[in-house]
């Protein structure tokens, strides 16, 4: 490391960090015009981008969050085991996404990079991406199983989620519900 614009300020933990403004600027105060986030879980920070908070991911994060990346990048064809921590494989993978998407490729995830990720689900789709936002459900408190299929269960899950979290209730999974599941991982 070494330059300041590119190291990860002090609030970083476990390889994510807050960093407003892009993935790799330095850190300061979210938007004005985002909506309020909810308290970040502990190892993580958030971005707003715009109405949406998400969460900044690089080499050294662990956790569910981690493993939505892993998945979203499996269900792009970018194979990458879901094992929650993001080392050397996952990097190289992410990397290669951004390249491929005319994107930084600086191996962090951050709103350029999710907007690119993110698949919009609706009922009766089937994959990783599906598994993604099933375990993401889970720590909502909506259990489903990790089955990786869009079925009545995981509908409704989606709907309950979205109307407690006062977004549109349609069970599809698009960007605010994915940001929503993210911001709380």
Request: aromatic fraction near 4%; proline fraction near 10%.
């Amino acid at each position: 490391m070494g330059d300041p614009a590119l190291d990860p300020p002090n609030d970083c933990e476990e390889g994510v960090c807050a960093q407003p403004g892009n993935e790799t600027g330095p850190a300061g105060p979210p938007s004005a015009t985002a909506d309020p986030a909810p308290a970040p879980a502990p190892g993580t920070s958030l971005i707003s981008a715009g109405p949406r908070t998400w969460p900044i991911v690089k080499s050294g994060a662990q956790g569910d969050t981690v493993a939505a990346v892993q998945l979203l990048l499996t269900a792009h064809g970018y194979r990458t085991d879901a094992d929650a921590a993001f080392g050397p494989g996952t990097t190289a993978q992410v990397r290669s996404f951004q390249r491929d998407n005319s994107l930084d490729d600086d191996g962090i995830v951050g709103p350029d990079t999710w907007h690119a990720l993110i698949i919009n689900l609706r009922s009766g789709d089937r994959g990783p991406a599906v598994t993604a936002v099933q375990r993401l459900l889970a720590l909502h408190g909506h259990p489903v199983g990790n089955d990786g299929i869009f079925g009545t269960s995981t509908a409704q899950a989606v709907g309950a989620l979205q109307e407690e979290l006062h977004l549109a209730t349609d069970s599809v999974v698009g960007p605010d519900t994915w940001a929503a599941l993210l911001s709380q991982a």
